[in-house]
């Protein structure tokens, strides 16, 4: 039974105007119920990343960015995952091993977001035949799309990093194969969102466009590279070229292409709640198709860094560059997405203990606590806690 010295404090919420529980996030919005400084706009709330507790939205941190479902102690084995992963890369180029490389390269990002997705909870969430319809679909347009244009863009990929196309070759090269590349990357997503999802959260919507992306550029990368399997046990290419191909292939590709198809999966699923109707929803809305479009300007610059004669460490250095802004671009959506999408019911006189956190806080939209969206956790982790609630121990 609930007593009246069980009733959760209200203040009223700067921002929405509605009577909320006190915290120092308001449970409805998100926003800071107290100003702060450095801030910024309220409607970007710029402190907090919508995803992690104690994390500024402008940290580079590749681990929440790419696994936003995760409560910080399993963040923590990602973050191990992606160390043990670059460590790979540099052991297999190190002995000078290509065919173990490509096989890294290829498959180690890819294997890492299939176990995020079985630690979040994505196939108890989804059905099995979406992830396995997106995988097939990724990895089937991949395969089909390198071997139509392997042998225009031979000179490319593969081997030859950096080799000198211009004029007509240049825009077929530079911009149109890998335009197309990128739509075919995307279309899993637009596929499976057309088919009408049972659910429309913006994570979900990652989740799907970061798994059609990954299989995209993972079987498109081994089909490519393939001729390597067939090289020799033992590469004998420079030093060089090896480092260069497996930062490219193993980090920088992977990385933009869950960027990329994240952030547009997070579009196609996101809505708008009608509490948040006076709230500038063209500027939200806006600011996530520019994202879209700025991600479809990195995969075009990669593709003018490919048929450019740059010296090899530099295009590694700005095929790096750009999988950061895609990553940023990523993080800053989602974000977006996470403060302005439609929420689960409000139950805010019942408890709910915060995966992030730890605390037991109202069940609302947002933690009052950390402030971390409530939908930055599986669908099956928050009907578990609720069908568990926190109960007060009377005792005391």
């Not at 294997?111 to 396995?132: G, H, K, M, N, Q």
């Not at 560059?321 to 940023?328: R, S």
């Not at 806690?385 to 005792?395: F, G, I, T, W």
Request: with cysteine; net charge positive; glycine share 10%.
């Amino acid at each position: 039974m609930t007593t009246p010295d069980d009733r959760v404090p209200t203040a009223e919420c700067r921002i929405c105007k509605t009577d909320v529980p006190a915290g120092d996030y308001c449970g409805l919005c998100g926003c800071h119920l107290t100003p702060r400084r450095g801030e910024g706009p309220d409607w970007l709330r710029i402190r907090d990343f919508g995803a992690a507790p104690n994390e500024h939205l402008l940290q580079l941190s590749v681990a929440s960015s790419l696994f936003p479902h995760l409560p910080q102690r399993s963040r923590t084995a990602f973050r191990l995952g992606l160390l043990v992963l670059l460590v790979a890369l540099i052991a297999c180029t190190m002995v000078r091993l290509p065919a173990a490389l490509v096989t890294v390269a290829a498959l180690g990002l890819p294997l890492l977001f299939v176990l995020y997705l079985r630690e979040s909870d994505a196939f108890r969430d989804f059905p099995i035949r979406t992830l396995v319809l997106t995988t097939a679909l990724g990895v089937a347009l991949g395969v089909g799309w390198v071997l139509l244009t392997g042998a225009t863009v031979a000179r490319s990929y593969g081997i030859a990093l950096g080799a000198g196309v211009v004029g007509a070759r240049m825009l077929r090269d530079g911009i149109g194969i890998p335009l197309g590349g990128v739509l075919l990357m995307l279309l899993p997503a637009v596929l499976v969102r057309v088919f009408r999802p049972p659910t429309r959260e913006a994570l979900d919507g990652f989740m799907i466009g970061a798994l059609g992306a990954l299989t995209f550029t993972a079987a498109a990368t081994l089909t490519r590279l393939a001729p390597q399997f067939g090289s020799g046990v033992v590469s004998r290419r420079p030093m060089e070229s090896l480092m260069v191909e497996a930062g490219i292939r193993g980090v920088a590709v992977p990385l933009t292409a869950a960027a990329a198809g994240g952030l547009i999966g997070a579009a196609l699923w996101f809505t708008r709640p009608a509490s948040k109707k006076d709230q500038r929803p063209g500027v939200v809305r806006a600011v996530l198709v520019g994202f879209a479009v700025a991600v479809l300007a990195v995969y075009l610059g990669l593709g003018l860094i490919d048929v450019a004669h740059f010296p090899q460490v530099l295009m590694l250095v700005l095929y790096v560059v750009l999988a950061l802004v895609a990553m940023f671009l990523l993080r800053v959506g989602l974000h977006l997405a996470l403060l302005h999408e439609a929420h689960d019911e409000i139950r805010s006189d019942e408890p709910l203990l915060c995966p992030h956190c730890g605390h037991v806080v109202p069940d609302m939209a947002f933690c009052p606590a950390c402030g971390v969206a409530t939908r930055a956790s599986s669908r099956w982790s928050r009907k578990a806690r609720r069908e568990a609630r926190p109960v007060r121990d009377q005792d005391r």
